[in-house]
């Protein structure tokens, strides 16, 4: 037996209706630029790229297929992971407000880049196809989520108090990060 969606009538007509919106504002992104081009022209050249149709002016066809879509499919491609982080950390949170301010991840995510701004320490990678903004910038993330936890499970009665533990984190995140210790 076939399970059924909740509300499918209604869940079925809204992807039809969202996927619909999403396939005309991808076309008329490729569509529309410097170049005028036709919805008709552009799927003609995308037909054409992959032999199921006549074609249309070499040109065009580099401008569609070569240019504007992998862009614009690259634009939906990353609407769409946002929008599933944005659900799996609502669902999460179990709050249907969150955002990354809530945990903490764009404060730790700045504080990241703002290492790698202020030291310098990205510049050398700069020329080497750079990367360490966004390298550090997770790293920061990932510290801001970890040492709170890590912290917190010190509250537990303990040999080791709360402000030793600060410094020995403190002590391995500058020792990581290459920055000596005053």
């Known amino acids: 037996m076939r399970e059924q969606i909740r509300g499918t009538p209604g869940v079925a007509l809204a992807v039809a209706g969202l996927t619909a919106v999403l396939l005309v504002s991808m076309g008329l992104g490729v569509a529309i630029g410097s170049a005028?081009?036709?919805?008709?022209?552009v799927f003609d050249a995308v037909l054409g790229r992959l032999g199921l149709g006549p074609g249309v002016d070499v040109l065009d066809e580099h401008i569609v297929v070569d240019l504007r879509l992998p862009r614009v499919v690259g634009a939906a491609v990353v609407g769409a992971g946002l929008s599933v982080c944005g659900a799996v950390l609502q669902s999460l949170t179990g709050n249907q407000l969150a955002d990354p301010y809530i945990l903490g991840m764009s404060g730790g995510a700045a504080l990241g880049a703002s290492v790698v701004l202020g030291t310098g320490l990205g510049l050398g990678s700069m020329a080497g196809g750079g990367g360490?903004?966004?390298?550090?910038?997770?790293?920061?993330?990932?510290?801001s989520e970890c040492c709170p936890q890590h912290l917190a499970q010190l509250t537990q009665p303990s040999d080791v108090s709360l402000v030793d533990e600060a410094a020995r984190i403190r002590g391995q995140v500058q020792e990581e990060l290459g920055i000596a210790a005053h």
Request: aromatic share 6%; proline share 0%; hydrophobic share 40%.
């Open 36 to 41: 005028d081009l036709s919805l008709g022209t």
């Open 132 to 143: 360490a903004g966004a390298h550090y910038g997770v790293g920061g993330q990932v510290l």
